[in-house]
């Protein structure tokens, strides 16, 4: 399975400590993956994989949120069961997983848990 967007420990110049990036090539043969989100802003590397990836979890985190309405189907809210037609995504997220969610529930702090749920738990379940 190719990794473009995945932890790596990086090359001497990052002292071989973890990052969260993305390859140039697949699984990153030729080794010139950069880091991404806050592990590119002067981040001196973390001790595990599972710190690079939380990093990069908290930089979509506190992205922008995107916020629209579906005018065709309702859906139950992920909070409360409700029906609407409210949908939110974090920006940043490249895979776009988009939630339903009604107009009284937060959408930073319920997109978050179900974010970090799945991109943790999915560094878990690959390791």
């Known amino acids: 399975m190719a ?3 995945a932890a790596r420990k990086l090359a001497a110049s990052r002292r071989g400590f973890w990052h969260y990036t993305v390859a140039l090539d697949e699984n990153d043969k030729r ?3 950069y880091p991404v989100g806050y592990c590119a802003d002067d981040c001196p590397g973390h001790a595990t994989e599972h710190e690079a990836r ?8 506190d992205g922008q949120i995107l916020d629209r309405a579906d005018p ?3 859906m ?3 909070a409360c069961g ?3 037609q409210r949908r939110v995504i974090f920006e940043r997220e490249r895979h776009g997983h ?3 969610l009604c107009e009284i529930h937060d ?8 974010f970090l749920a799945r991109f943790l738990d999915a560094s878990e379940v690959a390791a």
């Open 76 to 78: 139950r809210c992920v």
């Open 3 to 5: 990794e473009w967007w």
């Open 98 to 100: 988009e939630i339903s």
């Open 31 to 33: 080794g010139l993956a």
């Open 54 to 61: 939380e990093h990069y979890a908290q930089w979509v985190c």
């Open 82 to 84: 409700e029906w609407t």
């Open 72 to 74: 065709v189907v309702q």
């Open 107 to 114: 959408a930073r702090i319920h997109l978050g848990v179900q």
